[in-house]
């Protein structure tokens, strides 16, 4: 079958490990199953594989990809949950110590199969395409499950989203907006800024910049180069929820101000298969979709992985086998 797999590593230049080849099908293995890929999305995930982070050089060649909605093997249409658990595990999957994502121990979905334990399908709706629903269970599910989960937002709560152009912040927009939120967005270019008010934001700032006011929330998936700004931006009490360290994984903690103003500092990963599901369900009943920067051909993968690589996205890019 046709897949896009790394197959070298490189720090400095991560798409030189990217082979876009023919890889044997899937294997049979008891309590998994066969999904036959409709479509994929890409993720900065992809590219820390090619750069060796979360993965060792003698697991090569590894087929990339978390995300992929298809056909099961009796037919039905589902969305792949890619939080792989380990066998008896029981409770929040995300919580397992063992736990792996597709592409980090077991072969990814960027791919034409891709094979997978039963329970991590979940029915997609007909009211989705293959190519939004392939969008969701990496940055969608993770941005539900930082807004509703983690830092427990209510209509009316006001939430500082961290970049404008990213697939967990322009989900974040999208569903905030939804559930009645007061969305307020950072973006370092006028295009990105402009582009997160045509998602639905209420207000848009360049980074870094003074807030009218102190928010209940912070979504920050860029690490060290927003860091101090979000816990300045932070009313007392307040949670900024971090789900990744885009720009380094080391800022000043100042921890004066965190237990002077009793803010708390929340970790996310991923999500569950409930919350994957509730996620569709969201969608499915608001008509809430996902923004696809592009559709590319699975064969194209190198060009997608260096359009992500380079920052020049604005939603998801999506690989169609």
Request: negative net charge.
């Amino acid at each position: 079958m046709l897949a896009a797999y790394a197959d070298t590593i490189s720090s400095d230049d991560p798409v030189s490990g990217l082979v876009v080849g023919n890889r044997p099908d899937p294997q049979p293995r008891d309590g998994w199953t066969t999904v036959t890929v409709k479509a994929a999305a890409l993720n900065h995930h992809d590219l820390w594989t090619l750069r060796g982070v979360g993965i060792r050089a003698e697991q090569l060649p590894m087929i990339l990809g978390g995300d992929a909605a298809g056909i099961d093997e009796d037919g039905n249409e589902v969305v792949v949950h890619s939080v792989i658990t380990s066998p008896g595990w029981t409770g929040d999957d995300t919580l397992d110590p063992k736990r792996s994502l597709l592409s980090e121990v077991y072969d990814g979905t960027l791919a034409e199969q891709v094979l997978v334990p039963r329970r991590n399908l979940v029915a997609k709706p007909a009211s989705l395409t293959f190519e939004q629903a392939a969008c969701l269970p990496t940055a969608w599910l993770t941005a539900y499950r930082m807004l509703f989960v983690k830092a427990n937002l209510a209509p009316g709560s006001t939430v500082l989203i961290q970049g404008a152009g990213g697939g967990v912040s322009t989900a974040s927009i999208a569903l905030g907006k939804a559930a009645g939120l007061r969305v307020w967005v950072t973006g370092r270019s006028e295009a990105k800024r402009e582009a997160a008010l045509a998602l639905g934001a209420d207000q848009v700032f360049e980074s870094g910049a003074r807030l009218p006011e102190r928010v209940d929330a912070v979504i920050d998936n860029v690490g060290q180069a927003t860091w101090a700004h979000s816990l300045k931006s932070l009313r007392p009490g307040g949670a900024i929820v971090t789900c990744g360290a885009t720009s380094g994984p080391n800022p000043a903690s100042d921890l004066n101000r965190v237990f002077f103003l009793q803010l708390q500092v929340l970790g996310s990963t991923m999500g569950t298969r409930d919350e994957l599901e509730q996620l569709l369900a969201l969608l499915d009943t608001t008509g809430v979709r996902p923004q696809i920067d592009s559709v590319l051909p699975l064969a194209d993968a190198e060009s997608g992985l260096k359009k992500l690589a380079a920052g020049d996205v604005q939603g998801k890019i999506v690989l169609v086998p």
